[in-house]
């Protein structure tokens, strides 16, 4: 039961990444009211949140209950899989630190990010869809090197 219980945990946290990262995108614009800026910060804060739950089951489902590490560590779809989530982790930095930064931002004040930072979101929004597709081609044995 413990491993449904970790598999289904990896698969919500996934939906909570997609989910407060398409919030971002959203509400996301070079100049956003201390509200939004409020916000913005508060859904990044969840979005850690989401990454630490897909990562932490993750590595449950790699070396508690899916297959062995060895069947992963010869898997190059899995190895594309953590590069992946790790380009996303970096990608998202910039934009954490900008959100954070703003947090604290006062009714009635505009706060102004770079215009980078939404390309950052965008980015990391493209990168990640692609990572579900890998977990279910390694799912199929795609990958697989004996």
Do not use: C, W
Request: net charge positive.
């Amino acid at each position: 039961m413990d491993a449904v219980i970790t598999h289904y945990l990896h698969y919500l946290g996934f939906g909570l990444l997609f989910a407060t990262l398409a919030a971002e995108l959203a509400l996301f614009r070079p100049a956003v009211s201390g509200e939004v800026a409020r916000r913005l910060a508060r859904i990044d804060a969840l979005y850690g949140l989401a990454a630490v739950v897909v990562l932490a089951t993750g590595l449950l489902k790699v070396f508690v209950y899916g297959k062995s590490a060895a069947y992963y560590g010869q898997n190059f779809v899995f190895h594309i899989k953590v590069t992946l989530f790790a380009i996303v982790f970096g990608l998202s930095l910039v934009p954490t630190v900008r959100f954070f930064r703003a947090r604290g931002a006062a009714n009635g004040t505009t706060v102004t990010y770079p215009a980078a930072t939404g390309r950052l979101l965008v980015i990391e929004m493209a990168v990640l869809v692609l990572i579900p597709l890998l977990g279910v081609l390694m799912a199929h044995g795609y990958g697989y090197r004996a």
